[in-house]
Nanobody, 117 residues
Framework: QVQLQESGPGLVKPSQTLSLTCTVS??????????WSWIRQPPGKGLEWMGA???????YYSPSLKSRTSISRDTSKNQFTLQLSSVTAEDTAVYYC?????????WGKGTLVTVSS
């Protein structure tokens, strides 16, 4: 059973960089041919796919967020990370990590990140 767990600060100040880590257990992030995604859901809105990193370390980003988003990984810890720069209040959301690309089969529980001074 694959499990994912998001971790990181719950409060970030405007203009700073949001950083979250997803720790994966029960499966390796380097296993062919899996993708590992970040998705967010602002309050009262729908899910938004932000980007992904695949089993080889290649990254993919939503065009609307590409200029501010970076996804990386630490294979020794079986973790992948999200960095979102220059955040504003509009980046307040529940952030999820998940396995998959356009169809996710395993999800983390999500973590609320609030952008506020």
């Amino acid at each position: 059973q694959v499990q994912l767990q998001e971790s990181g600060p719950g409060l970030v100040k405007p203009s700073q960089t949001l950083s979250l880590t997803c720790t994966v257990s029960g499966g390796s992030i380097t296993t062919d041919y899996y993708y590992w995604s970040w998705i967010r859901q602002p309050p009262g809105k729908g899910l938004e796919w932000m980007g992904a990193i695949d089993y080889s370390g290649s990254t993919y980003y939503s065009p609307s967020l590409k200029s501010r988003t970076s996804i990386s990984r630490d294979t020794s810890k079986n973790q992948f990370t999200l960095q979102l720069s220059s955040v504003t209040a509009e980046d307040t959301a529940v952030y999820y990590c998940a396995r998959g690309w356009d169809g996710m089969d395993y999800w983390g529980k999500g973590t609320l990140v609030t952008v506020s001074s």
